[in-house]
């Protein structure tokens, strides 16, 4: 691990001596978060740039350490003040969101799972840079030996969601060259919900969102569309009707 | 341009006719921006998800339109609401950031222009999205129709910056394969500043930066290092002395 040997420095400095477990959940939230900063997307949360691929794979040196077909990249960034429920909402919405399109061709209709399709997951504190000028600055990403085996159990948590098969990673802290062929190319990037000033409500839509996932996760049927396709036309957020023409059409 | 046809339905509902010329800034400036969304980066700003690449290409079906070698791979989502500002600061840091090590090996020291390395530069409107559930929404990315010509504009402004035969591009509005062997992985995510609450403040801090900048394109002299260092130490919110070690040693 090569750079293991900053993180007890960086662990004094940042205070985060805290295990992963939901006790520590409260008390990192209530912890002032930065304010965001213009460059990187800067206030402290979960990060993750997710890239639809055609295939990927990692190698280390000369050695293929993992590859998958289709699916997706994940290339995740874990913050000093992320919980499990940031780690939670991540990986829902990792193996949730809609961005393959179903067999009739349809985008933005199937999820990873939908699609019994792959995740390479890879570690990527860099995501949680912050910007000193030109040069980043990387004191707001977990401590590399906390980040390890927080990582590794959002590894676990993806796969018992998932198929363990289905789901593969990089090695943790190594020199990688990961290769992407990013499929459209279709990049989300994903950002777990920051400080909840309202937990009452976070509880809520948290609750919500799982209720709407277990619908779905028992099969993509029309009336389970239809639903969603109404809440969205009644949310004076949304663009009315014309979202899923929208979505279908601008396919990459 | 397979998703033009839904550009002028697009337009209506978002409003947007405007040119992408000085006399629109402060207009679009002052329109109320949407409020930062959990799941994507959901605030209306330009986003670029820069990955440090050994090689990187683009393929559209059997045709290799674009390839480079040692450099970034940038995909580049313009937002409704950007403006020349937002371009002009996307450029400036893409060409600037320090994601690469010097001769000495000393990581996080040089930009793409210090190490003379290749762009590529490839519009991706899904940066723009915004979750509805799980079903990404992208009424947030500028119409097709408005963003070619923008992001065309962009690509010359960063070939004028720099070297333009060092700056390559996808197909815009292409179904594309782009091939990415992300170095490292080293990856940033980096946002336009959003809505000014203090425009003085900001044309401060944009011409701090412009200074700064030309200082360095003199050459990386050490002195202007120093400087640079020692702004860094005396900032309130940097993590003094240790920054340089941490940012050094934790290359991954």
């Known amino acids: 691990m090569w750079f293991s040997c900053i993180s007890s420095t960086l662990r004094k400095k940042t205070g985060s001596n805290r295990k992963l477990d939901d006790s520590s959940t409260s008390a990192a939230r209530e912890r002032p978060r930065p304010a965001k900063v213009p460059g990187c997307c800067g206030s402290a949360a979960m990060r993750a740039v997710i890239q639809r691929v055609t295939k990927a794979s990692v190698t280390v040196g000369e050695e293929q350490v993992s590859s998958i077909g289709r699916g997706l990249c994940v290339l995740l960034g874990i913050s000093v003040d992320d919980t499990q429920k940031d780690a939670e909402y991540m990986v829902r919405k990792i193996l949730n969101l809609r961005l393959f399109e179903d067999e009739s061709g349809r985008s933005w209709s199937q999820s990873v799972m939908d699609g019994n399709l792959?995740?390479?997951c890879v570690s990527q504190f860099t995501l949680q840079c912050i910007l000193k000028g030109n040069k980043p600055d990387f004191h707001a990403a977990m401590p590399a030996e906390?980040?390890?085996?927080?990582?590794?159990?959002?590894?676990e948590d993806m796969r018992s969601a998932y198929k363990p098969e289905l789901v593969k990673d990089g090695k943790?802290?190594?020199k990688m060259q990961v290769h992407i062929q990013n499929d459209g190319p279709v990049t989300v990037e994903l950002t777990s919900p920051s400080s909840p000033t309202d937990p009452k409500q976070m509880a809520k839509?948290?609750?919500?969102?799982?209720?709407?996932e277990k619908t779905r996760a028992k099969g993509p049927t029309e009336s389970g569309r239809e639903k969603g396709s109404q809440r969205s036309r009644q949310d004076p957020s949304a663009s009315s009707g014309a979202e899923g023409d929208v979505s279908s059409e601008r396919e990459p």
Chains 1, 2 share one sequence.
């Open 146 to 155: 906390l980040a390890q085996p927080f990582y590794n159990s959002i590894l």
């Open 205 to 212: 839509q948290e609750k919500q969102q799982q209720r709407k």
């Open 172 to 174: 943790f802290g190594a």
């Open 118 to 120: 792959e995740v390479l």
